[in-house]
């Protein structure tokens, strides 16, 4: 069984940052793709970006490329979302998600495992 444990958001001005932490316990191959989703109010959960933890190999969406940059701690079993230059529109409950395979790219559909989410507000 996999559980996934996020921490790091919070309240922050337009322009500021904010790292998101995911903590990871079961076995690697049942969450060899990790990565985190957002739900904005009244939107569909998104993806925002994976990474797959055999190789360390990372994907995000077009809309935060340059802004946001996913990584993986091996030694903790933590998956890391660094958020720079945040925009009001990035204001959403992100999830970390998990997921055995290789593609990188996530859908709701397909994920294994959520975590219970952390709210990242971004004031203008």
């Known amino acids: 069984q996999v559980q996934l444990v996020e921490s790091g958001g919070g309240l922050v001005q337009a322009g500021g940052s904010l790292r998101l932490s995911c903590a990871a316990s079961?076995?690697?191959?049942?969450?060899?793709?990790m990565g985190w989703f957002r739900q904005a109010p009244g939107k569909e959960r998104e993806f925002v970006a994976s990474?797959?933890?055999?190789?360390?190999?990372?994907y995000s969406v077009d809309s935060v490329k340059g802004r946001f940059t996913i990584s993986r701690d091996n030694a903790k079993n933590t998956v890391y979302l660094q958020m720079n230059n945040l925009k009001p529109e990035d204001t959403a409950v992100y999830y970390c998600?998990?997921?055995?395979?290789?593609?990188?790219?996530?859908?709701?559909?397909?994920?294994?495992?959520w975590g219970r989410g952390t709210q990242v507000t971004v004031s203008s």
């Open positions: 998600a998990a997921r055995s395979g290789y593609m990188m790219t996530m859908s709701k559909r397909t994920v294994d495992y």
């Open positions: 079961g076995r690697t191959s049942s969450r060899n793709i």
């Open positions: 990474v797959r933890w055999s190789d360390a190999s990372t």
